[in-house]
């Protein structure tokens, strides 16, 4: 009767045998996601390197768990929107100098 007493209580919705934790991995939430990221992308109109469906495939790889999964799915929507503000950056400050300036910060290097 002690060890009942001794575990953490459940919460109501999770149930005990784990299915609703497994419904991450399950193909219909996954292409959820894969749109989600592809949303990401077409709206910051980033030029990441790999696809959504590849994005997506690393971290479910990844991933160990629901939450982990999510994490990692935060921190690739957080990664594309970085990159695409980077890439501006760097855009915008290569259009500000000259061929010239270029060359002379190259020699200095």
Do not use: C
Not at 19 to 47: C, G, L
Not at 71 to 84: C, G, P, Q, T, W
């Amino acid at each position: 009767m002690a060890d009942t007493e001794s575990q953490p209580s459940q919460t109501p919705q999770e149930p005990e045998d784990g299915t609703e934790s497994d419904e991450w991995k399950a193909e219909k939430y996954r292409t959820k996601v894969v749109e989600r990221i592809h949303e990401e992308i077409t709206k910051t109109e980033s030029q990441v390197p790999k696809s959504a469906a590849e994005l997506e495939d690393f971290v479910f790889s990844k991933a160990t768990s629901r939450k982990s999964y999510l994490d990692l799915v935060a921190r690739i929507l957080i990664y594309i929107s970085e990159f695409n503000k980077k890439k501006e950056k760097k855009d915008t400050d290569e259009g500000d100098k000259k061929p010239s300036e270029e060359g002379e910060e190259k020699k200095e290097l």
